[in-house]
C-alpha cells in the first residue's frame, strides 16, 4: 500500500521533477519508457521510434511547429513505404480486381497521400479565405459529402482500370484522415488558431492515433503543450505513470483473455450467433458470460491502447487527458459515454451534437438536447464506424455494404436513445443514489445494458439484423 501511494505520488515529488531536469533523469526515463512499451509491442524498434520522436520534440521547444510536421509526415510516408498500414493492401485488393500489376501498390498509396495532403492545405486555405462559404461554415458536412461522393465513384461502377484504382486509393487515404481535417478546418475560425505547419502535423500526430484523433486538434495542442522544463518534466512522469497502468491493463487482459477464452472455453458474440443459427447454441448462462466477457475486453483494450497513446503524447510534453477513466464508476449512460470512449465522445461532440445543438429546435430545450444527442451517439456514431470500415467496399460492394451495416445501426439508435433518456432524466433532477447499493445497482444496470447491445454492437458483418434480433429474444427465452 505505502509502495502505490509513493508511485502515485511521483508527479509530485520535487526531487524526482528535479532529476527529469537533467540529462542522466531524462536517460533513465526514455530507457524505462522503452522497456515497458515494448511489453505490449513485442517491437523494441518501434518503441524506440515512437518514443525518440516523443522525446526529441519535448526537448525542442523553440522549434516544435516544424518539428511535429516533419516528424508526423515522415512517419506517414515511412508506413507506406514499408506496409505498416492497411493503405497498401487496400490499393493492392483493387488493383487486383482491374488486373493492374506493372506499378507496386505502395507507390500508389504514396503518391495519392501527398496528393491528399496539398490539398488539405489547399482546403485549410480556402477555408480561411472564404469563412462565408459552405466548406467553412458546414465542413463536417461537406466532408461527408465528399467521402461518399468519393465511395460512389470507386464502387459504383463509374471508374474502372487505373482511374478507379487512384479514386480508391484516395478514399480510404481520406477516410483514414477526414475526422482529424474536420479539426483543422473548425480552427480556421478561431482567433488564435495555430498555423498549416501544425494543422498538417496534427493529422495522424507522431505519438499514434486510429481514425480517432487522440488529443483532438490544434485547439487542444495550444493549450496542452508544456510551458516550462518543470511543467514537462511532471508531465512526462504522469506519462510514465500512464504507461505502467496500461501495462497492468495489458497484464490483466491477457490473464482474463486466457481464462475466459482457454480455460472457459468463451467464445466471441459472432461464433455463438452463429451456433444458435446452426441450431447447437449454448445455454443461456453461458451466452450472458460471452457478452459480459466481450464488453469487458473491449473496455480492457481500449484503455490499454488509448493509456500508450496519450503515455506518448505526455512524454513529448503534451498533457493530454486520458482516454479512458474508470468505465466500472459510470453511474448513468452519459457518464459511461464519457468515461470509457472520451476522445470519441469529444469528437461526437464537436462535430456532431454543438453544431445540432446550436442550430435547431431553440424554443424546445429538451427536443433540442435529446436531438443533438442523437445526432452525436446516433448519426455521428453511425457516419464514423461506417468510414472507418470503408475498406469493406471493395470486396462486398455497396448494396451489401450498406446492408451489413445496418445491425451496428440498430446499436447506434438504440446507444443513442438510451443516452439521451439519460441526459432528460438528469436535467429533469433525477440523479443516481449514492449509496452502495444505488451504485450496484447503476453498475449492474448500465453495464448489464451495454453488455446486450454487443449483440449488435460486436462490428462484424457476419450475421443480419433480423438475425441478431432472433438471437436476443432466444437469450430471454421468447419465440420469434
Not at 513529448?316 to 477513466?325: D, E, F, Q, T, V
Request: one cysteine or more.
Amino acid at each position: 500500500m505505502y509502495l502505490l501511494e509513493q508511485f502515485s505520488s511521483l508527479d509530485k515529488n520535487e526531487k524526482i521533477i528535479a532529476g527529469l531536469q537533467g540529462w542522466r533523469g531524462r536517460a533513465l526515463l526514455f530507457v524505462l519508457a522503452v522497456l515497458l512499451f515494448s511489453i505490449e509491442s513485442a517491437d523494441i524498434v518501434k518503441a524506440l521510434l515512437l518514443l525518440g520522436l516523443a522525446f526529441t520534440f519535448a526537448y525542442m521547444p523553440r522549434h516544435q511547429n516544424l518539428t511535429l510536421l516533419v516528424f508526423t509526415q515522415s512517419l506517414g510516408i515511412y508506413r507506406i513505404a514499408s506496409s505498416s498500414n492497411y493503405f497498401n493492401s487496400d490499393v493492392a485488393k483493387v488493383m487486383a480486381q482491374e488486373h493492374i500489376q506493372d506499378v507496386p501498390a505502395w507507390e500508389i498509396s504514396l503518391f495519392i497521400y501527398g496528393v491528399f495532403v496539398l490539398l488539405a492545405w489547399l482546403a485549410l486555405v480556402y477555408v480561411r479565405r472564404h469563412p462565408q462559404s459552405m466548406a467553412a461554415r458546414r465542413p463536417v458536412w461537406v466532408l461527408m459529402s465528399l467521402a461518399f461522393a468519393l465511395l460512389l465513384a470507386s464502387c459504383g461502377g463509374l471508374l474502372h482500370g487505373m482511374a478507379r484504382v487512384l479514386t480508391w486509393s484516395m478514399l480510404v487515404t481520406y477516410c483514414a484522415y477526414v475526422w482529424f481535417l474536420a479539426f483543422a478546418l473548425l480552427d480556421q475560425s478561431a482567433k488564435a488558431r495555430s498555423s498549416d505547419a501544425v494543422q498538417l502535423g496534427m493529422l495522424h500526430p507522431f505519438w499514434g492515433s486510429t481514425t480517432l484523433p487522440y488529443g483532438k486538434g490544434a485547439a487542444l495542442l495550444r493549450k496542452a503543450r508544456a510551458s516550462s522544463t518543470q511543467a514537462l518534466a511532471v508531465t512526462q512522469i504522469k506519462g510514465f505513470k500512464l504507461l505502467v497502468w496500461a501495462i497492468c491493463l495489458y497484464g490483466l487482459d491477457t490473464v482474463l483473455s486466457y481464462v475466459f477464452e482457454t480455460v472457459l472455453q468463451v467464445r466471441s458474440v459472432e461464433s455463438e450467433i452463429s451456433a444458435f443459427l446452426a441450431h447447437h447454441p449454448s445455454s443461456r448462462p453461458w451466452l450472458a458470460l460471452s457478452l459480459v466477457w466481450s464488453q469487458l475486453d473491449f473496455a480492457l483494450w481500449f484503455g490499454l491502447w488509448g493509456h500508450m497513446v496519450i503515455a506518448t503524447a505526455r512524454f513529448a510534453g503534451i498533457r493530454l487527458p486520458r482516454s479512458s477513466w474508470r468505465p466500472l464508476e459510470s453511474r448513468t449512460m452519459v457518464d459511461y459515454f464519457n468515461r470509457i470512449l472520451y476522445y470519441f465522445k469529444e469528437l461526437m461532440v464537436d462535430l456532431f451534437f454543438t453544431p445540432s445543438f446550436l442550430r435547431y429546435f431553440k424554443k424546445h430545450p429538451r427536443v433540442r438536447m435529446f436531438f443533438a444527442t442523437f445526432m452525436a451517439a446516433g448519426v455521428g456514431n453511425m457516419v464514423y464506424h461506417f468510414l472507418r470500415d470503408i475498406d469493406l467496399a471493395a470486396d462486398m460492394g455497396l448494396v451489401e455494404l450498406f446492408t451489413s451495416f445496418s445491425s451496428y445501426a440498430f446499436y447506434c439508435v438504440v446507444l443513442a436513445c438510451a443516452i439521451g433518456i439519460s441526459q432528460l432524466r438528469m436535467s429533469a433532477g433525477h440523479r443516481p443514489s449514492s449509496t452502495v447499493a444505488g451504485r450496484i445497482q447503476a453498475f449492474v444496470l448500465i453495464w448489464g445494458f451495454v453488455s446486450l447491445l454487443q449483440i449488435f454492437g460486436d462490428e462484424t458483418r457476419s450475421h443480419s439484423l433480423a438475425e441478431r434480433m432472433q438471437f436476443l429474444f432466444y437469450l430471454f427465452g421468447l419465440p420469434l
